[in-house]
């Protein structure tokens, strides 16, 4: 869906998603055109000190490090050669970016879109979404109990393993789906109060045309591909039939708890 960017090529850009949208997928894809930064989840606050260690940041006496030079580091990092920086942020990881920079820059506190173009240029928004939330809750549980977030990829910190066989659990997949609504809805009205209009990428549109989905993402930050250049995918999917199982018997006992609910509440009105 289109977006709106004001005349000009953006010096950096964020994906703003939610989890199991594809957004791994996206920045690989990105990555590799070679003009769209080196993005990754740079500032996923328990991975920071992670990242810190592999670019070597000096760390305070307490084991701290100064955010500004991480900012600056990160930059280095996820710059392509054409000075393009990318990075993907969640709804959660927002505010604490935004509250560190406030107290780099305090003088922008408050206003957030101008603290990101202080400190990374002048930026751009992509909106990464899911149409079916269902599909995406059940995969984030079983990411959330196998541990394994992504399989391929290029150089990104977080889990790949480690957890435990996946079990089915309606009750979880349902607050998860809720907490999908709820951050899809919270990243809406955050971009609505802030004046921006992001381009948005729907996971379903992106998983049926990878490389026509990176092109118009491409098109709308003003950024050309090199002629001959190809776009390739460095995730591997990760859905498979357990997933569908999951998502028909969620559904299927979803809609007969409805059912159930009915027929109480029929049965009430009737005074039985």
Known sequence: MAGHLATGQIASYFVCATPRTGSSLLLGLLESTQVAGR????????????????????????????YGDYVR???????????????KLMWGTLEQV?????????????????????AFGRTGFVFLRREDVVAQ??????????NVWYVGGSGEIGATGGGRTPTFDAGR?????????EHNAAWEAWFAAAGILPYVVRYEELDGDLVGVTLAVLRFLRLEMPEGHTIEARHQRQADELN????????????????????EAASYHRGV
């Open 39 to 66: 993005p990754q989840a740079y500032f996923r606050e328990p991975d920071e000190p992670l990242w810190a260690d592999r670019w070597r940041i000096p760390r305070t006496s307490q084991g701290g490090f100064d």
């Open 73 to 87: 580091a990160a930059l280095r990092a996820g710059r392509s050669a054409n000075g393009v920086f990318g990075a």
């Open 98 to 118: 935004v509250d560190k920079l406030a107290g780099i820059h305090p003088d922008l506190a408050g206003d957030p879109v101008r603290l990101l173009d202080r």
């Open 137 to 146: 809750a059940v995969s984030w549980l079983r990411a959330e109990q196998s």
């Open 173 to 181: 997949i349902g607050q998860l789906v809720q907490m999908i609504e």
């Open 244 to 263: 569908d199982q999951w998502i028909a018997r969620y559904r299927g006992e979803s809609s007969a708890e409805c059912l159930d609910q009915g027929d």
